[in-house]
C-alpha cells in the first residue's frame, strides 16, 4: 500500500482566525487511491483543514501540496510566492469538494448544476457536456431528474447531485465536510453507498464524517482530530479497536 | 346518484360537501356602500364639471408634439435606466471589492449623488456640458436653426441621460448590493471550488440569485424614473411629455386640463410597467419556489374552469 505515490501531504499546518488559533500543526499524509476519514469533536478545526486543502482558507505557516505541488504557494529559488487567483483557481479544478449543506445552485436544474463547472470553467461545449452531466447523474442513481430544480429534490439526492458536479470536472481528489449530517437518517444511506463505489474505483478521498461504520469499512486511514491537531491516526479498524488518548475513548463513547 | 349506481362503483365510498351558512359580514357592505357613493359622486364631478376640459384633452392627448413628448419620455426614461442598471451594477461589485481604492472609489460616488438633489445634479450638468460645447463648437456654423439643433437639442439631452443616469446609479448600486448579499455564502464558495473565478462566480452564480431581490426594488426604480424625467426642466430639455404639455396648456390658457392629459399618460405608461414587472418577477422567481406563481391569464382560465365544474 505504501508503494502508491503521495496525493496530499500536509506538514506541521497552522490557520487562525484573528485570535483564534484553529489548526496548530496539523500533520497528515494521503496516498493515491486511499479514503482518509477525520473524526473529532465540534470546533476541532476539520472544516478549516478540509477548506485549506484547496485553498478556500489560507495557512498561515506549515507546508501543504497535493501531488508534490503546494497550495497557494510557488516555490523558486527557497522563496516563496503567492499564487495569482487563476493559479489558485487551476490548482481547485482538479479538488472536487461536497459541503454539508449541499450548496446546489437553486437557478439551476440538476443537469445545469453538473454542468456549470465544464461550461463555465473549462468552456466546454453546451450539448456534450449535458450529455455528460445525464451520463454522470446516472452514476449516482439520477439519470431521470436532469430536469429538476434542487428544490424539487429530496436531500440525499441533492446530495449526490452534489457529488455529481463535483465529479463533472474530473478530479483525482475529492474533500467532503460531513456530506451526510444534514440529511434524514433513512436518506444517509443512497448518499454513502455513492461514496463507497467512488472508493472502489480509486479516487482518492478526504472525508469528514460522523460515520463510524462507512470510516471502519471504507476508510484506509483514520484521524481522530481534536483541538487543531491530528491526536491520532491509523487504519480504522486497529485504532478504534484500541484508542490511545483520553479524549479519543471520549469521543468514541459519545459517538458509538 | 342513484342507489344502483354506487354499486357499480364499490370502492369508491361517499363523500358529501359541507353544507354550511357562511359567516355574514354587515360591516363590510356597510363600508362599501359609503365607498359607492363617494365614488358615483366623484365620477359624476369629474363628468359635469367643464373645468376638467374633457374635449380639450380628447382634442390634443394624440396630437403630434404630445406623441413626440412621450416618446422623449419613454427613451429618456430607458436609457437612462439602462445606465442606471449598469454603472449600479460595477458600484455595487467595486464597493464589495477587497480592493480599498475601489470600494472608497464607489462608496464616494454613491455618497455624492445621493446626497444631492437630481434636480441640482441635472442643472449642474447641463453647465458643464454647456461649458465643453461652447468650446469645441465655439465657431456658428449653418443656419441658425441648425446651430440650435446641435448646440442646445443635443448636448440637452447627454445632460438629462447623465444627470438621470448617473443618480439613478447610485441608487441601483445599493439595490444592487443588497442582492449581491443576500444570496448564500455557501453559493460562492461551491462556485470557488469547481476552479470559477471571482468574475464567472458573480456573473453565473450569484448575480442570477440576487436578480430575485433586485428585480422588485428596479421595477419601482423605473416607474419612478418616467416620471423624474419630468424634472429635465432644470436643463432645459424641452421635448419630453410633460413640458409640452404645460407648453401647449400656457399657450391655450387652460393648463390644468393639460396636466390632467400629461398624468393619464404618466399613468398608462406605470401601468404598463407594472405588468411588465409582474412576468419578470416571476421569471426569476426560478429556483426559489417549487412551483411558479400563474400568471393572471392562467389565473383566470383557472377560475373560469372551476366556475364552470361548479355549475
Ligand atoms: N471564517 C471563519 N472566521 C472565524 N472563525 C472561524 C471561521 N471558520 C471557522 N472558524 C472557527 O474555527 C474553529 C474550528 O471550526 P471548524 O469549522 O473547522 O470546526 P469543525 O471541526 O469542522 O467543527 P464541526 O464539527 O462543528 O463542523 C471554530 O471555533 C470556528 O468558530
Ligand atoms: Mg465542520
Known sequence: ?256 | MSADTREDIPAEREKPPIEAVPVRHPGRWVGAAIVAVAAAMLLHSLLTNPNWGWSLISNWILSPPILKGVGVTILLTILSMIIGLVLGIVLAIMRLSPNPVLSGTSWTFIWAFRGTPVYVQLFLWANIIALYTTLSLGIPFGPEFLTFDTKTLIPAFVAALLGLGLNEAAYMAEIVRAGILSVDEGQEEAATALGMSRMQTLRHIVLPQAMRVIVPPTGNETISMLKTTSLVIAIPLTNELFFQASAIGNRLFQPFPMAVMASLWYLFLTSILMVGQYYIERYYAKGAMRELPPTPIQKWRRRLRMGGAQA
Open chain 1, 1 to 256: 500500500m505504501s508503494e502508491k505515490p503521495v496525493k496530499v501531504l500536509a506538514r506541521n499546518v497552522h490557520k487562525s482566525f484573528g485570535r483564534n488559533e484553529v489548526l496548530r500543526g496539523v500533520d497528515m499524509e494521503v496516498r493515491a487511491g486511499e479514503v482518509a476519514c477525520i473524526v473529532g469533536p465540534s470546533g476541532g478545526g476539520k472544516s478549516t483543514f478540509l477548506r485549506c486543502i484547496n485553498h478556500l482558507e489560507k495557512i498561515d505557516a506549515g507546508q501543504l501540496s497535493v501531488d508534490g505541488e503546494l497550495i497557494g504557494y510557488t516555490q523558486r529559488g527557497g522563496k516563496l510566492y503567492e499564487m495569482h487567483d487563476k493559479e489558485v483557481a487551476a490548482q481547485r479544478r482538479s479538488i472536487g469538494m461536497v459541503f454539508q449543506r449541499f450548496n446546489l445552485f437553486p437557478h439551476m436544474t440538476a443537469a445545469e448544476n453538473v454542468m456549470s463547472g465544464p461550461v463555465v470553467v473549462r468552456g466546454d461545449n453546451k450539448k456534450q457536456a449535458r450529455e455528460r452531466a445525464i451520463e454522470l447523474l446516472g452514476r449516482v442513481g439520477l439519470g431521470d431528474r436532469g430536469d429538476s430544480y434542487p428544490m424539487q429534490l429530496s436531500g440525499g439526492q441533492q446530495q449526490r447531485v452534489a457529488i455529481a458536479r463535483a465529479l463533472a470536472m474530473d478530479p483525482d481528489l475529492m474533500l467532503f465536510d460531513e456530506p451526510t449530517s444534514a440529511l434524514d437518517p433513512e436518506l444517509v444511506g443512497e448518499v454513502l453507498d455513492v461514496m463507497r463505489r467512488l472508493a472502489e474505483v480509486g479516487m482518492t478521498m478526504i472525508v469528514v464524517t460522523h460515520e463510524m461504520g462507512f470510516a471502519r469499512e471504507v476508510g484506509d486511514l483514520l484521524a481522530f482530530m481534536d483541538q487543531g491537531v491530528v491526536a491520532e491516526m491509523g487504519v480504522p479498524r486497529e485504532i478504534l479497536a484500541n484508542p490511545q488518548s483520553k479524549r479519543f475513548q471520549d469521543f468514541l463513547g459519545k459517538v458509538l
